[in-house]
């Protein structure tokens, strides 16, 4: 069966750095949208970014542009989230997803398969 297992959450200061990783197994994903979501405590899930397997073109969200790079690699079947310059509201669970959507399509419904979900806090 499809799973995405996601890892490297954890606790950092104001300004300091994380990478999220997603391991996906299960079938080919080579068709597919991987993203990265997050959601907060009493709030709506949304959008971070995401990628298209087959020709690595990303999307960004605005809250988080120029601060996290998403990649992958195809070898390892994994998608990372590398993310700096954290500040305390990027604070929430973050998911990794799967779905065959385009790229700019920042709606979770959309996407098909989830992780479990990583926690990220930034203390201030």
């Known amino acids: 069966q499809v799973q995405l297992v996601e890892s490297g959450g954890g606790q950092v200061q104001d300004g300091g750095s994380l990478r999220l990783s997603c391991a996906a197994s299960?079938?080919?994903?080579?068709?597919?949208?991987m993203g990265w979501f997050r959601q907060a405590p009493g709030e709506e899930r949304e959008f971070a970014a995401s990628?298209?397997?087959?020709?690595?073109?990303?999307s960004y969200a605005d809250s988080v542009k120029g601060r996290f790079t998403i990649s992958r690699d195809n070898a390892k079947r994994t998608v990372y989230l590398q993310m700096d310059s954290l500040k305390p509201e990027d604070t929430a669970v973050y998911y990794c997803?799967?779905?065959?959507?385009?790229?700019?399509?920042?709606?979770?419904?959309?996407?098909?398969?989830w992780g479990q979900g990583t926690q990220v806090t930034v203390s201030s």
């Open positions: 997803a799967a779905g065959r959507t385009g790229v700019t399509n920042t709606n979770w419904r959309s996407f098909d398969y």
């Open positions: 299960g079938r080919t994903f080579s068709t597919y949208t």
């Open positions: 990628i298209r397997w087959s020709s690595g073109t990303t």
